[in-house]
Nanobody
Framework: QVQLVESGGGLVQPGGSLRLSCAASGSIFSINAMGWYRQAPGKQRELVAGITSGGRTNYADSVKGRFTISRDNAKNTVYLQMNKLKPEDTAVYYC?????????WGQGTQVTVSS
């Protein structure tokens, strides 16, 4: 079992930045990967970025060059630095942790990009 607590969402103007955090607790040594999905109103949940236990990262094409995922192993925390935000980035962002074949999810944090 893994528990995930997210923070860092909010309202930001286009072109601005936000940093999301996701702190993991529980069976953290069994985590294979962590990352972020997002879901906008009326749309399916989509992968934003992920990072494996080996440090390999992947990003959605729509965020490449603007978002950076990183982790602090000492704090069991994953971060998503979001720069040059666009209105189309508006969504609820969900942190996930993958243990073997099971996904665990955070509660979600709202990101709104609007002037």
């Amino acid at each position: 079992q893994v528990q995930l607590v997210e923070s860092g969402g909010g309202l930001v103007q286009p072109g601005g930045s936000l940093r999301l955090s996701c702190a993991a607790s529980g069976s953290i040594f069994s985590i294979n990967a962590m990352g972020w999905y997002r879901q906008a109103p009326g749309k399916q949940r989509e992968l934003v970025a992920g990072i494996t236990s080996g440090g390999r990262t992947n990003y959605a094409d729509s965020v490449k060059g603007r978002f950076t995922i990183s982790r602090d192993n000492a704090k069991n925390t994953v971060y998503l630095q979001m720069n040059k935000l666009k209105p189309e980035d508006t969504a609820v962002y969900y942190c996930y942790a993958l243990l073997q074949h099971t996904y665990y999810w955070g509660q979600g944090t709202q990101v709104t990009v609007s002037s």
